[in-house]
């Protein structure tokens, strides 16, 4: 089976899409970290709010794309 080939284009877009929800994803995630350890010093809870923070903006990715991805078929 031929192996198709992804253009330049396409490939340095999907690297800046990554790199910009990585970024997005960090500095949201440490939004929410930052946010709960001022309202208290609970280790646990803090790491409850960053572990949700991060499954939070993971769904929200996964959907955004799958909608993005559904409307342009």
């Known amino acids: 089976m031929a192996k198709k080939k992804t253009s330049l284009a396409r490939r340095i877009n999907i690297l800046r899409a990554s790199v910009m929800g ?3 994803g960090i500095i949201s995630v440490a939004g929410i970290v930052i ?3 001022a309202a208290t010093s609970n280790s646990y809870a803090i ?3 960053g572990l949700s923070g991060a499954l939070a ?3 929200s990715m996964a959907m955004g794309e799958y ?3 559904s409307t342009q078929k």
């Open 47 to 49: 790491l409850i709010a």
């Open 22 to 24: 990585a970024n997005d």
């Open 35 to 37: 946010g709960v350890a």
């Open 67 to 69: 909608v993005s991805v």
């Open 57 to 59: 903006g993971t769904i």
